[in-house]
């Protein structure tokens, strides 16, 4: 079953809602990049990975594969996190729906800001988001499916609930 804007966005939410932690130390950053790096090597892909509280970065692997550009789309989609409170991809949707741009909306520049799958915001419960998980080097829905999956094994989250469908189109 494909899935459209608006029931792709109330899924989004509700990972975001669901997928939040009690407490978030920098051996939960390296325990969880462990894992992202093994669920990415398990599918035979190539990503780099970055968890960081904003302004502190707490682990950072380029796999094999992955080249400098790799790490810049890391940059912006973080900063589309660490803007929004949102996962980029959810910024992506949002903006998409609305037919318009990051520049045209928020007045962002692209070269540092980027509405694009695979930046997840990292939520204490209770609290605001404090830093962002971010992957980049699969396609951008699948970077996106690939931390959804690995929080939600962490978190002990049921991922039939949290996974997005297929897409309509193969932009997202």
Same mark, same amino acid.
């Given at each position: 079953?494909?899935?459209?804007?608006?029931?792709?966005?109330?899924?989004?939410?509700?990972?975001?809602?669901?997928?939040?932690?009690?407490?978030?130390?920098?051996?939960?950053?390296?325990?969880?990049?462990?894992?992202?790096?093994?669920?990415?090597?398990?599918?035979? !892909?190539?990503?780099?990975?970055?968890?960081?509280?904003? +302004?502190? &970065? /707490?682990?950072?692997? @380029?796999?094999? #594969?992955?080249?400098?550009?790799?790490?810049?789309?890391?940059?912006?989609?973080?900063?589309?996190?660490?803007?929004?409170?949102?996962?980029?991809?959810?910024?992506?949707?949002?903006?998409? !729906?609305?037919?318009?741009?990051?520049?045209?909306?928020? +007045?962002? &520049? /692209?070269?540092?800001? @980027?509405?694009? #799958?695979?930046?997840?915001?990292?939520?204490?419960?209770?609290?605001?988001?404090?830093?962002?998980?971010?992957?980049?080097?699969?396609?951008?829905?699948?970077?996106?499916?690939?931390?959804?999956?690995?929080?939600?094994?962490?978190?002990?989250?049921?991922?039939?609930? /949290?996974?997005?469908?297929?897409?309509?189109?193969?932009?997202?």
């Amino acid at each position: 079953m494909n899935s459209t804007i608006d029931q792709d966005l109330a899924l989004l939410a509700f990972q975001e809602e669901q997928l939040q932690f009690d407490t978030f130390t920098a051996d939960t950053a390296w325990q969880l990049g462990t894992l992202l790096r093994e669920a990415v090597e398990a599918r035979g !892909k190539a990503v780099a990975i970055d968890i960081q509280l904003f +302004g502190h &970065p /707490l682990f950072f692997y @380029a796999m094999p #594969g992955t080249t400098p550009d790799n790490i810049d789309w890391i940059r912006r989609k973080r900063n589309v996190v660490k803007r929004f409170h949102q996962s980029s991809y959810a910024i992506r949707l949002i903006l998409k !729906k609305k037919q318009t741009t990051l520049t045209d909306q928020a +007045g962002l &520049p /692209l070269r540092d800001h @980027a509405a694009a #799958g695979g930046g997840f915001p990292i939520r204490l419960r209770g609290s605001a988001c404090i830093g962002a998980i971010t992957i980049s080097g699969v396609p951008m829905r699948e970077d996106h499916g690939i931390i959804v999956e690995v929080l939600a094994n962490w978190l002990g989250q049921p991922l039939n609930d /949290l996974m997005l469908p297929p897409a309509d189109d193969m932009d997202d």
